[in-house]
């Protein structure tokens, strides 16, 4: 799963617009739950469910805030 984060971090840093970074962010991030899941299920500890949901909710919500965001930005625009 590691190796799966290289391209989203190429796009991360050299994008060429915000959406396009955004996107590559929520990408890494859903990589990094999916590796907090698989180490839970290896080590048989409860507690890393706890940290994935937890996780889980704060990318939908901050995902929510910068497509707002976005969103607000462009029709200022035109």
């Given at each position: 799963?590691?190796?799966?984060?290289i391209?989203?971090?190429?796009?991360?840093?050299?994008?060429?617009?915000?959406?396009?970074?955004?996107v590559?962010?929520?990408q890494?991030?859903?990589?990094?739950?999916c590796?907090?899941?698989?180490?839970?299920i290896?080590?048989?500890?409860?507690?890393?469910?706890?940290?994935?949901?937890?996780?889980s909710?704060?990318l939908?919500?901050?995902?929510?805030?910068?497509?707002?965001?976005?969103?607000?930005?462009?029709?200022?625009?035109?």
């Amino acid at each position: 799963m590691t190796v799966s984060m290289i391209f989203p971090l190429l796009r991360l840093f050299r994008g060429p617009s915000l959406p396009d970074r955004v996107v590559a962010l929520d990408q890494i991030a859903i990589i990094i739950v999916c590796i907090i899941i698989c180490d839970t299920i290896y080590s048989g500890m409860s507690s890393g469910l706890d940290v994935a949901l937890v996780v889980s909710l704060l990318l939908v919500i901050g995902s929510m805030i910068i497509a707002r965001f976005l969103h607000k930005r462009r029709s200022d625009n035109d």
